[in-house]
């Protein structure tokens, strides 16, 4: 199964900071076949991104996805108090599906 | 709008099942896969399995194959899914999710529901 290294584990930045989380699979994702979701605590998570830089319905232009082969990234430009939560990715070419363990945004 | 809606949490003992509902609505049920998701406490995420309610295809992990069930009642628009012999490693909160595209069983999940906390435990 392809394995999603997620780092740094976490990121501690200041309300309206940019924020960069990695994701690093263990072979290629077919396709960039890579989804974003952020996760607040006690909630269910919420789509971001998939096809590693298309932004999901209603999502806002301050999230951004890039990267292809082994190698993808998520972009905030200026995080908002909402934004404080755990990120994870996932990988959709090749069952079975996995995840991330995540990158969790703190307040700093 | 759409909406995906699970039923209670529950407690069993080890060796027991446990069988969670997943109400959906503000789609056709038919179009979308839907997808179970599991967490458990205080880690992260981990694909349980998968049925496509339009033909009953369903595929589930390594983990879970030959425990799991997954059933739906077009009528009310609602998967089920049963997961028998259970273990303590099964304890997790586990979400039902609707999968963004209809394809087969690799897709991203556009909506989930808010999760059914299982815990198994003698």
């Known amino acids: 199964e392809i394995v999603l290294t997620q780092s740094p584990g976490t990121l501690s930045l200041s309300p309206g900071q940019r924020a960069t989380l990695s994701c690093r699979a263990s072979q290629s994702v077919r396709n960039s076949y890579i989804a974003w979701y952020r996760q607040k605590p006690g909630q269910a998570p919420r789509f971001l991104i998939y096809?590693?830089?298309i932004r999901a319905t209603g999502i806002p232009d301050r999230f951004s996805g890039s990267g292809s082969g082994t190698d993808f990234t998520l972009t905030i430009s200026r995080l908002e108090p909402e934004d404080f939560a755990v990120y994870y990715c996932?990988?959709?070419?090749?069952?079975?599906?996995?995840f991330g363990g995540g990158t969790k945004v703190e307040i700093k | 709008q759409v909406q995906l809606l699970q039923s209670g949490r529950e407690a069993k003992k080890p060796g027991a099942s446990v069988k969670v509902s997943c109400k959906a609505s503000?789609?056709?049920?038919?179009?979308?896969?839907i997808t179970w998701v599991r967490q458990a406490p205080g880690l992260g995420l981990e694909w349980v399995a998968w049925?496509?309610?339009?033909?009953?295809?369903?595929h589930s992990s390594e983990k879970v194959q030959g425990r799991v069930t997954m059933t739906t009642d077009t009528f009310t628009s609602t998967v089920y899914m049963e997961l028998r012999s259970l273990r303590s490693d099964d304890t997790a909160v586990y979400f039902c999710a609707r999968n963004y595209d209809s394809s087969g069983h690799l897709d991203p999940f556009d909506h989930w529901g808010q999760g059914t906390l299982v815990i198994v435990s003698s």
């Open positions: 096809g590693a830089s």
């Open positions: 503000g789609y056709t049920f038919i179009n979308n896969g």
């Open positions: 049925i496509n309610p339009y033909d009953g295809n369903t």
């Open positions: 996932q990988q959709y070419g090749t069952s079975p599906l996995t």
